[in-house]
């Protein structure tokens, strides 16, 4: 069984392989926050972040799994933030498929909410994946 914490690669790959987060982020896509190290030189960027994992059990074992992951575009302006944070959904929702070796079958898209913080706006989505865990 491939270990189901590693659904980051997923997200990353969708990530870049989106010609607008890429070039609009230059690439800077981050796991977790604590790697934005300088917002200035770092931005705008995309991070992203596990909130979850739960398994689904069928029959004896648990075949799929639910990844909860916050996926967040920043930004220094508001505007900038708004425009990379549809670049992220139209990258992310509703994508299936075998993607970094993992069988996803739905990424959905649950939540957005606005954030501000040292001087840069953030956008924090909330996505579920439903994964394969048993291959």
Do not use: H
């Not at 690669?9 to 989106?18: D, F, G, P, Q, T």
């Not at 705008?44 to 059990?57: I, N, Q, W």
């Amino acid at each position: 069984m491939d270990n189901p914490n590693s659904i980051g690669r997923v997200i990353k790959a969708l990530l870049l392989e989106s010609e607008d987060v890429a070039r609009m982020t230059g690439g800077r896509v981050f796991p977790i926050v604590a790697l934005v190290q300088n917002p200035m030189r770092d931005t705008p960027c995309v991070v992203y972040t596990k909130t979850g994992l739960t398994p689904a059990g069928v029959k004896e074992f648990p075949s799929y799994g639910l990844a909860s992951v916050t996926v967040s575009a920043v930004a220094r302006s508001y505007q900038d933030m708004v425009v990379l944070s549809g670049a992220v959904l139209n990258a992310l929702a509703e994508k299936s498929g075998d993607i970094e070796g993992k069988s996803i079958k739905r990424i959905a898209w649950r939540d957005a909410r606005d954030n501000y913080e040292d001087g840069m706006f953030i956008q924090e989505m909330d996505f579920e994946i439903k994964m394969r865990m048993d291959e």
